[in-house]
């Protein structure tokens, strides 16, 4: 009789989604039907394709559209376990825009990085690699810039800066900061931000005559 039990995938895609949740860095997980652990990171099976359209797909499935920023992270191996039985699991990191619509149906839900529910073994240590590796970046890169809308004020984008790297910033060393960046240039809009005057709205708009400079030196911004 042969074997008809489901064999066990060579590798797996494993998406990191992030976004801002409850002013906070938080991370989409999915609700498992059954298994050791309720809920995971959203995962598929390699179907033939390239890792970054599995990627892709992974995403897509649970947001129904890509993500603003998206990255391979590493392949994880069998020494930790993971959901689906996978030999080895590729993970990919994603960054969600603050107003990004709720991912497609109801098994699927965001949690702030404080309060992450037990993961597999493997899922874990691909999410704590994941957010390690944003954090790197950024001094490279201006990954913070994908959370936000495509106007945004100097607050909010510091807002981001603190749940990225999980610290607090000095207001005065940030905009300092930022204006050696050349990242940012003004609008002619505004936004009111409580009872003070009204905040100046900024787009992304990194200036050629600085190519070298993609990101926020992250050692200018001490105290």
Do not use: C
């Amino acid at each position: 009789m042969p074997d008809r039990r489901p064999k066990k995938a060579s590798h797996t895609i494993d998406v990191v989604l992030l976004t801002a949740v409850r002013a906070q860095l938080g991370v989409l997980l999915w609700r498992t039907p059954e298994g050791r652990e309720k809920w995971s990171l959203p995962w598929e099976t390699a179907r033939g394709e390239g890792l970054e359209a599995s990627a892709a797909r992974a995403a897509r499935a649970v947001l129904g559209s890509d993500p603003a920023w998206m990255e391979q992270i590493g392949a994880f191996d069998d020494s930790k376990r993971h959901p689906g039985e996978a030999e080895i699991s590729v993970g990919y990191v994603g960054l969600i825009s603050v107003g990004t619509p709720s991912p497609v149906g109801g098994n699927y839900a965001w949690f702030p990085l404080s309060d992450v529910p037990q993961l597999a073994p493997r899922q874990r240590a691909i999410l704590d690699t994941a957010v390690s590796m944003i954090r790197l970046r950024m001094d490279q890169s201006p990954v913070a810039f994908k959370l936000l809308p495509q106007m945004f004020t100097l607050t909010e984008l510091q807002h981001m800066y603190e749940l990225l790297l999980g610290k607090r910033l000095h207001k005065a060393s940030f905009r300092r900061a930022l204006t050696g960046a050349w990242l940012v240039e003004p609008t002619d809009e505004w936004r009111s931000e409580g009872r003070g005057r009204p905040a100046q709205l900024y787009r992304y708009a990194p200036r050629k005559r600085r190519p070298a400079q993609r990101g926020i030196r992250l050692d200018l911004l001490s105290s």
